[in-house]
């Protein structure tokens, strides 16, 4: 079939594809965004300031009218440029003007919305002083680098969390930043997950926006002040090119926050646990599709899978499952999982079950007692058990020919059926004995050399915790690097460098090279151009340090062994 298309005749193929070019380019048009900044929102009369405007698209670089400026600006002609680039495929275009203003009279003055094709940027709020020395103070007052402490609870119980949020907008390029957590007596603050970075625009001027969350856990009843958490480093001011800057320090605390902690109350009964919400699911496999009662084989395993969630309660005051099954089976426990997310501490529990004998089996149920903090009683959530009747295994019992204890010695040979369904139990209990004191030699035997081993190389427990939490810090600061969370590399590299005091103080350049890296990454980070760094060269730094700790550590164990 052929169509009129743009008065030509094309085919039916040919109509779609102009279509969909047809509708891409609309959807494009109507998909790109204005946005207008300034370098101050306070300045004095006639002192010169930056205005840009940018679109995601390419258009007309005549596009933009500076005529709705006068009479209240006066500006210089604008500054143009436009680009094009490709990430993952997807292409990007964008084109930005930047002129240069100054404020004509004294009073609070809007620089208003820019018309751009089919987008509009918002209108800017500029206060104008008389001076200088009145726009410095008020520039001073007016702080680009705020920090905001938002929690979500004010009362709650002892055991139970609450969920604090930190907010840091930064508003200037910065050099050696870092947050230090908020605290209380008989509070315990644990960060939750990773930090996460975006920007905002907030009348005309770009902040990077760090948005960090803690967990605050109350240990004792009262009533409690929780500080608010400390933003601390260096703004850099002056030229961002080869002249001279200035550094000046900056502390940024958000507010005290006051939480009322009630104690348990004396009735209550059972491990505490106080939260708003509790859920506790099981999962059998294989499924039995919601009966109570189901049918197994000797030796046939079960897994029973707990998942116990719990609102506002932190990860160590997650209780622990313990079953007490009959001796008719065994039971193997996993290590349980725990994550956290929404609020809810979640922990995973995985149970394998082996019936041992024939008959009905009884698994036990599950229940849990909580104190629900919406509605102030004790409560009990409960999953049920599961009973097996179990059977032996027609295929498994085949194979094992017990004697025939009973039988004369005849010329016709036994029935071996018969024997086989006579002693199926004593079988089965015979090779569950022999399996357990063959573990239980085989566990002997690794004591003992472990026991050797030890005697062997005996080392201090101090050394021990100190060379792991060593390890530790020095994996959470390259995970850091990898991740390129500045803060935590930030914190992390403190941490490590006062581990490795007597290293670093025996290789001054070493030390220096290291303070100069983490000093690029935060410039890099938090300069408003917000340049790249490279993690390759610190990461080739820290290999270095660790290869002379090496070193030293081999040097030490050596004059140990002299006799002198």
């Known amino acids: 079939m052929n169509k009129l298309f743009f008065g030509k005749k094309v085919t039916t193929p040919l109509l779609y594809i102009a279509l969909f070019f047809s509708a891409l380019l609309s959807t494009q048009a109507m998909s790109a965004q204005a946005e207008a900044t300034v370098s101050k929102n306070i300045v004095g009369v006639n002192e010169v300031f930056q205005l840009t405007v940018a679109v995601d698209d390419s258009v007309n670089t005549n596009s933009l009218d500076l005529a709705p400026l006068s009479p209240d600006f006066a500006y210089g002609r604008p500054s143009v440029s436009s680009g094009t680039s490709m990430i993952n495929g997807v292409i990007s275009r964008n084109t930005s003007w930047t002129v240069a203003l100054a404020a004509t009279k004294v009073g609070t003055l809007t620089i208003p919305a820019f018309q751009i094709g089919s987008s509009k940027t918002e209108p800017i709020t500029i206060t104008v002083l008389k001076s200088s020395k009145q726009t410095q103070a008020a520039n001073a007052n007016q702080s680009s680098i705020s920090v905001e402490g938002i929690n979500d609870k004010s009362t709650i119980y002892v055991g139970e969390s609450i969920n604090y949020r930190v907010r840091i907008l930064i508003g200037e390029q910065m050099d050696q930043a870092s947050l230090a957590p908020p605290y209380g007596d008989g509070l315990t603050a644990t960060q939750v997950g990773q930090d996460a970075q975006n920007e905002v625009v907030q009348n005309g001027r770009r902040y990077i926006v760090i948005t960090r969350n803690y967990q605050i856990t109350a240990d004792k009843p009262g009533n409690i002040t929780l500080h608010g958490a400390k933003f601390s480093g260096s703004v850099i001011k002056g030229s961002r090119g080869f002249g001279s800057t200035l550094t000046m320090p900056v502390d940024k605390t958000a ?13 209550y009964k059972g491990l505490w646990l106080p939260t708003s919400d509790l859920q506790l699911n099981q999962v059998w496999q294989p499924s039995v599709n919601g ?28 209780p622990n499952i313990s079953l007490t099954y009959p001796t008719s089976v065994r039971s193997y426990d996993e290590k349980p999982e725990y994550s956290e997310g929404n609020g809810y501490t979640t922990m995973t529990l995985k149970q394998v079950i082996i019936p041992r004998e024939t008959g009905k089996i009884e698994l036990p149920a599950v229940s849990i007692n909580w104190w629900n903090t919406q509605q102030e009683k004790q409560q009990t959530t409960k999953v049920d058990g599961l009973t097996l009747n179990v059977t032996v295994d027609p295929n498994a019992s085949s194979t094992i020919t017990p004697p025939a204890l009973t039988t004369p010695p005849v010329v016709t040979p036994p029935n071996n059926a018969n024997v086989n369904n006579a002693h199926s139990n004593v079988a089965q209990h015979d090779y569950w004995q022999w399996a357990t004191a063959v573990l239980a030699l085989l566990w002997l035997i690794t004591l003992g050399l472990l026991i050797k081993a030890r005697k062997a190389q005996p080392v201090s427990n101090t050394e021990i915790v100190l060379q792991s939490g060593t ?3 020095e994996q959470a600061l390259k995970q850091a690097i990898t991740k ?11 941490q490590w460098k006062q581990q490795q005091h007597e290293k670093l103080s025996a290789n001054p350049e070493l030390a220096q090279q290291l303070d100069n890296a983490v000093a690029e990454i935060m410039a890099s980070t938090y300069s408003q151009d917000r340049q ?13 340090a660790q290869q002379l700790k090496a070193t030293a550590s081999r040097t030490s164990s050596l004059s140990d062994l002299d006799p002198k």
């Open 255 to 267: 507010k005290n926050i006051e939480l009322t902690i009630k104690a348990k109350p004396s009735n």
């Open 291 to 318: 009966k109570t009662t189901v049918d197994a084989k000797v030796g046939e395993p079960i897994t029973r899978i707990l998942t116990l969630r719990i609102k506002n309660i932190a990860q160590s005051n997650m």
């Open 471 to 473: 390890t530790n810090v």
């Open 484 to 494: 390129r969370e500045t803060v935590q590399i930030q914190t992390y590299y403190h």
């Open 532 to 544: 790249q760094w490279n993690d390759k060269r610190i990461m080739q730094l820290l290999d270095k």
